[in-house]
T-cell receptor, first 116, second 110 residues
Framework: ETGVTQSPTHLIKTRGQQVTLRCSSQSGHNTVSWYQQALGQGPQFIFQYYREEENGRGNFPPRFSGLQFPNYSSELNVNALELDDSALYLC???????????????FGPGTRLLVL | AQSVTQLDSQVPVFEEAPVELRCNYSSSVSVYLFWYVQYPNQGLQLLLKYLSGSTLVKGINGFEAEFNKSQTSFHLRKPSVHISDTAEYFC????????FGAGTILRVKS
C-alpha cells in the first residue's frame, strides 16, 4: 500500500510569486486535507477536499486555493507569496467523510517552502 | 470553538524513565482525539487515537493515552522511554479538520 507522497520536498520562492504544491493520497483514500505548519508551531488547517469538492476551509485568505483530481491527488496553490507563508505544508489523506465516524488522517512528509 | 492545549513545550527525561505528555482540550461536539509524532524534517505519524469506547488507548511504540472526559484531558504516557523517542509530539482534536496543540518536544537523554 502506497502512503501519502508530496512534491517537491523543498522550495524557495520570492515574495509576490506563485507556488503549486502537489500531493498524492494514500491508496483507497478520497479525502485530502492541507495544513500549514510554521516553525515552532502546530499544524493549522487550510482546507479539505472530498471527491473533488472543497469541504471545509480554515482561516486562510483566498490566495490559498486548491484542487482535487479524479484520481484524488491534490494541489495547493498560493498566489502573491508573503514572507509569512514560509512554512512546512502538510497534506493528509483519509478514507472518506459523512460516515458518522471520524476518519483518521494520514500525513505525507511535507513540502518546506521558504519565501525570501 | 475547539481548542487543544499542550501544557509543556519541552519535556527532558532520562532513558528508561517513564514520561507523561499532557494535553487538554475544549470541544462542544463529539470528541475524537489523536496523538501524532513528528521526527526532525519529517511529516506526522499517528501514534494512537480515541474515537469511542475504552478510555485507555494503546498505540504504537509502547505509548498509551487515557481519555478523561471530566478533566477534558488526553495525556500520553510511556513507562520506559528510549533515545529513539526523541521527537515532537502533537495532540489533536478531530472533526472534518484537525485542531492541533502547539506540540511538546520530548528530549530523551542517556
Amino acid at each position: 500500500e502506497t502512503g501519502v507522497t508530496q512534491s517537491p520536498t523543498h522550495l524557495i520562492k520570492t515574495r509576490g510569486q506563485q507556488v503549486t504544491l502537489r500531493c498524492s493520497s494514500q491508496s483507497g483514500h478520497n479525502t485530502v486535507s492541507w495544513y500549514q505548519q510554521a516553525l515552532g508551531q502546530g499544524p493549522q488547517f487550510i482546507f479539505q477536499y472530498y471527491r473533488e469538492e472543497e469541504n471545509g476551509r480554515g482561516n486562510f485568505p483566498p490566495r490559498f486555493s486548491g484542487l482535487q483530481f479524479p484520481n484524488y491527488s491534490s494541489e495547493l496553490n498560493v498566489n502573491a507569496l508573503e514572507l509569512d507563508d514560509s512554512a512546512l505544508y502538510l497534506c493528509a489523506s483519509s478514507s472518506g467523510l459523512r460516515t458518522g465516524v471520524e476518519e483518521t488522517q494520514y500525513f505525507g512528509p511535507g513540502t518546506r517552502l521558504l519565501v525570501l | 470553538a475547539q481548542s487543544v492545549t499542550q501544557l509543556d513545550s519541552q519535556v527532558p527525561v532520562f532513558e528508561e524513565a517513564p514520561v507523561e505528555l499532557r494535553c487538554n482540550y475544549s470541544s462542544s461536539v463529539s470528541v475524537y482525539l489523536f496523538w501524532y509524532v513528528q521526527y526532525p524534517n519529517q511529516g506526522l505519524q499517528l501514534l494512537l487515537k480515541y474515537l469511542s469506547g475504552s478510555t485507555l488507548v494503546k498505540g504504537i511504540n509502547g505509548f498509551e493515552a487515557e481519555f478523561n472526559k471530566s478533566q477534558t484531558s488526553f495525556h500520553l504516557r510511556k513507562p520506559s522511554v528510549h533515545i529513539s523517542d526523541t521527537a515532537e509530539y502533537f495532540c489533536a482534536l478531530g472533526g472534518n479538520k484537525l485542531v492541533f496543540g502547539a506540540g511538546t518536544i520530548l528530549r530523551v537523554k542517556s
